[in-house]
């Protein structure tokens, strides 16, 4: 079964500055999704930024951006110019091509020092 | 696009009593997906509907759990004989089978049941 490890439970930053969280995962196929999502305090989880395995250009979204290592297993999230409002719990998450459900690590909770 | 919508957002009830929950999914959206994540934990996965056929049931949804999606539309989540155990949030997402957001789930703010 594919496993989800995010070892870091908790993260705190400066706003304005650059964070990484990390996420590394087991699989043996070669056709899957990972997904970055946050979810904020008593607010609903929404998607931050996703990427395709057979993809080997890094995915970008505004100031959210992944270091994908496919050999490697991992699957980082960087936050650059962090902002207030990106204090939140961030869970990455793994799909197999050939599935649906998504299976999610323990999550990392982000704190932003102003 | 109103988004997903659970309801309730809040139950609270005494163990062995029954509970049902709703999802509403996007409504352009084939997929269906119950998740259940207790305190400090990523969710995990419970079943998914694609329109009105269950598809996938995890080892976690025992005996007690039962999971409807009658015409496609909403989902309903029913536990009977509730345990303590079962207190979490259950999360509801929704995906589309094709087009630019394929693969991609969308989460509503989940029900979060307290079992006393």
């Known amino acids: 079964a594919q496993t989800v490890t995010q070892s870091q439970p908790e993260m705190s930053v400066q706003e304005a500055e650059t964070v990484t969280l990390s996420c590394t995962y087991d699989t043996s196929e070669s056709d899957y999704y990972l997904f970055w999502y946050k979810q904020p305090p008593s607010r609903q989880m929404i998607l931050v930024i996703r990427q395709e395995a057979y993809k080997q250009q890094n995915a970008t979204e505004n100031r959210f951006s992944v270091n994908f290592q496919k050999a490697a297993k991992s699957f980082s999230l960087k936050i650059s110019d962090s902002q207030l409002g990106d204090a939140a719990m961030y869970f990455c998450?793994?799909?197999?091509?050939?599935?649906?459900?998504?299976?999610f690590g323990q999550g990392t909770r982000l704190t932003i020092n102003p | 696009d109103t988004g997903v919508s659970q309801d309730p957002r809040h139950k609270i009830t005494k163990r062995g009593q029954n509970v049902t929950f709703r999802c509403d999914p996007i409504s352009e959206h084939n997929r269906l997906y119950w998740y259940r994540q207790t305190l400090g934990q990523g969710p995990e996965f419970l079943t998914y509907f694609q329109n009105e056929a269950q598809l996938e049931k995890s080892r976690l949804l025992s005996d007690r759990f039962s999971a409807e999606r009658p015409k496609g539309s909403f989902s309903t989540l029913e536990i009977q004989r509730t345990e303590q155990g079962d207190s979490a949030m259950y999360l509801c997402?929704?995906?589309?089978?094709?087009?630019?957001?394929?693969?991609?789930?969308?989460f509503g703010p989940g029900t979060r049941l307290l079992v006393l």
């Open positions: 998450a793994y799909r197999s091509g050939g599935a649906q459900k998504l299976v």
């Open positions: 997402a929704s995906s589309p089978t094709g087009g630019a957001s394929f693969e991609t789930q969308y």
